[in-house]
């Protein structure tokens, strides 16, 4: 477990419990061209499912990550498994009407119930327990909204209840509880679908960066280093599509930051998973952590590179954690990044160029542990040629008037403003200022650069201009990290891709 730090009351460098809690086997490069039916482009619970439903279908699977497997969102979530995806059904009625509406909750009540059979049939040791969801306010203006969110889950006949009192240690105006729902471990469920798609011939590849696609049939997939993987069918499932210009999916989609505690605590828990409808947003469960019962805080939502000092996040939730439940120790922390469609539908399905052996999976707006399974399904049938009766509601190709163009006028308003802003912003530190672990803009003759210290003294210069539209980047102080405020892109502090859409590193700059 990580010791917190002498000068942070939480610890000092961010790290998932779920990560930290199971041994994850490594996986090799791809050093060779390869032939595949399905090439799958990320190895988060998406990736992994699909490619497990897909080689239990008797297909030839490679999952190839940039990175290591589950070490992006999946690794970093707070792993509730419900329908119950904040304020919604009351939303998506008013734009969608009842059959479309349904489809979505039918959808997500589908992928807890398969998550659920599969730890049942196989004894998955993942800490899995059924959880009534509560959205919950504390505010007399979020009353209304939470009354007509149960009217749409009595129109839409889900089993839920209207409340004032939750079980939680403070008073609450009104919740809305939705039955039976789930939270769990993602990482040994995870490790065990893995195994099985080993077991069934399929391949796992880590480190390996897919750089472009050549487009057919067969499509051939290409790696930074040259190797070539030549399949039948692509799926995308690392957020930003990577290979669909046509789909504009950097103007369709926007990133947010949000953070997580795992707290030792005062009073117990008393069961349930909760989240507050007002903001700023704050989500509870429950947690075994080495033997012992915590609580796992999560909220604090932002823009990517748009947040201020981040650690005043983390803060937030500790003080959070502290007031309602007498706070002990802080044991991890750890962020995740997710991206929201215009609609606020995820994309799922085949990509706009019209090539429908290429699939997309993304948008999944915090809610990736059951809209992930809702891909993976809906994306294996695709591929088998099954069909599904989601395809048309998920589809990439999808537009609503309603809500879509207003959307989309804000957040590229949002964009252009922030490219602006970022050229012509001063900077507040001199490169000699930075202690031992800090970081900042600095100028470096006359150039805005990124300059980090790391804790051993060495400088980290970047150029901070984002290699995919040429916003600038700003300093993540609790993260170390380089983030873009326009599309998200996510840099190491030594500029290496963490996030996309962006593809290629910062420029270095030379020390002076
Ligand atoms: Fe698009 Fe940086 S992510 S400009």
Redesign the pocket.
Known sequence: MIQNSSQSKFPQFPYSYWLNSTDIPSFPKLSQDTQVDVVIVGAGITGITTAYLLTKKGLKVAVVDAGQILNGTTGHTTAKITAQHDLIYSEFLSHFGKEKTRLYYEANHEALQFIKQIVDEHNIDCQFSEEDAYVYTCSDTYVEKIASEYKAYEELGISGSYVEKTPLPFSTKAAIIMKKQAQFNPVPFLKYLAGEVLRQGGEIYEQTTVVGVEKGNPAIIKTREGIKITCSHVVSSSHFPFNDPSGLY?ARLHAERSYVLAVKTDKSYPGGMYLSAENPKRSLRSVIVNGKPMVIVGGESHKTGQGICTFQYYEALEKFAAETFGLREVAYRWSAQDLSTLDKLPYIGQELSGNSNILVATGYRKWGMSTSIVAALLNANLITGEGSRYQELFSPSRFHADPDIKTFVIQNVDVAKHLIAGKLEMTHKEIDQLQYDEGAVVRVNGKRTGAYRDTQGTMHLVDTT?T????E?DWNEAERTWD?P????RYSYEGKVIEG??KKSLGKVESV
């Open positions: 950097f984002c995919h539209m040429g916003c980047v873009c326009c599309h998200g892109s859409p962006a």
